[in-house]
């Protein structure tokens, strides 16, 4: 385990982002995690995992710990179902796609989502009808104060819509370690009515999916619309989709007639926040090199070199303008360090 100082962290972002790290350390076991908290000559620190959910607007006068834990295993087994747990440090994708390569179903409308495994639970992660609470068991994370391992269930968690006890009053206090999932053999339970799925089947000749083959046909529903970070930078979808009162909606519909929507209650919809994001005009608007993609409004992008503090900016328009022109408020689903 080695300390380094003035690291770029342009490789550890999926924006791109160019901002140093006064000090960096990428960690491999939980000893080693253990032992760097200990320091209390390095008690100012940001914990990194994939790098994907964030936005980083200034050089990070801190120690910044690369979560780098890597292993997954079957847990326990019958002939329906499967408990498999996976570390922090995993690559997401990676951890799904080696799910279906055993047949293990639950996981596949979350396939080519950026980021670790280990950042799944904070966020809640979710796509296509399927969140990651519908398969998730329990985390284990380490108390930054005790240096002690709790596990977490799922009413632990308290998810919610990308959210979780882990961006709310368990904020700062644990870095979880690892991520443990209940998942099918048998009767795999498809969900393809969300989004284009079922299209995207029709157009293969698909009648009767796989679970691989369900992941398939996200992978290209996702990679027409969302641009690869390893090409243009960007941190998936930027705003979280805002819920609004039924009677907010039914005005809005009176100058909006085609504004799309969720049910969420009886007295609450969802609205998707790329629609209100192209509705205002700013779809595949370019600020020279960072902008809203031109295929998904949801997407802020780094063409190259751009500065965190530009696209920061850039945010907080899109909501300003949202605000005036339909009287709602977008949140940011990323973290602004």
Not at 111 to 133: C, D, H, R, W
Not at 308 to 331: C, H, P, V, Y
Request: proline share 3%.
């Amino acid at each position: 385990m080695q300390i380094d100082q003035n690291i770029s962290l342009k490789p550890y972002n999926t924006f791109g982002i160019d901002v140093n790290a006064q000090y960096f350390v990428s960690i491999n076991s939980i000893e080693e995690l253990i032992d760097i908290l200990k320091l209390e000559e390095f008690s100012n620190r940001l914990i990194l995992g994939g790098g994907s959910n964030m936005l980083l607007t200034q050089n990070q006068d801190k120690l910044v710990i690369h979560i780098n834990l890597k292993g997954k295993k079957v847990i326990s087994e019958d002939k329906d179902f499967v408990t498999v747990k996976a570390n922090a440090g995993e690559n997401w994708h990676e951890f799904v796609q080696w799910c279906l390569k055993n047949d293990f179903g639950g996981l596949e409308n979350l396939s080519l989502i950026p980021g670790n495994v280990g950042t799944a639970p904070i966020q809640n992660i979710g796509a296509y009808g399927v969140e990651l609470k519908d398969s998730f068991v329990s985390c284990e994370a380490l108390s930054i104060e005790t240096h002690s391992i709790k596990s977490f269930d799922a009413d632990d968690c308290q998810f919610g819509y990308r959210n979780s006890i882990f961006k709310q009053e368990a904020k700062g206090k644990y870095i979880i370690t690892s991520v443990t999932f209940k998942l099918t053999k048998t009767k795999h339970k498809y969900k393809l009515n969300y989004g284009t799925i079922q299209a995207q089947l029709e157009n293969y000749g698909i009648s009767i999916p796989t679970i691989q083959d369900v992941s398939n046909a996200v992978i290209a529903i996702r990679e027409s619309k969302l641009p690869n970070p390893k090409e243009i930078g960007n941190s998936g979808s930027f705003f979280k989709n805002p819920v609004i009162s039924k009677s907010h909606y039914n005005n809005l519909v009176q100058n909006f007639k085609d504004i799309p929507s969720y049910p969420v209650s009886e007295d609450e919809v969802k609205v998707p926040a790329g629609w209100l994001i192209e509705k205002a005009g700013f779809k595949g608007k370019r600020f020279e090199n960072y902008g809203v993609h031109k295929k998904q409004a949801l997407v802020l992008v780094n063409y190259g070199n751009a500065k965190g503090a530009d696209i920061l900016n850039l945010s907080k328009l899109i909501q300003i303008t949202i605000k005036r022109l339909f009287d709602i408020s977008i949140e940011t689903e990323v973290n602004i360090l």
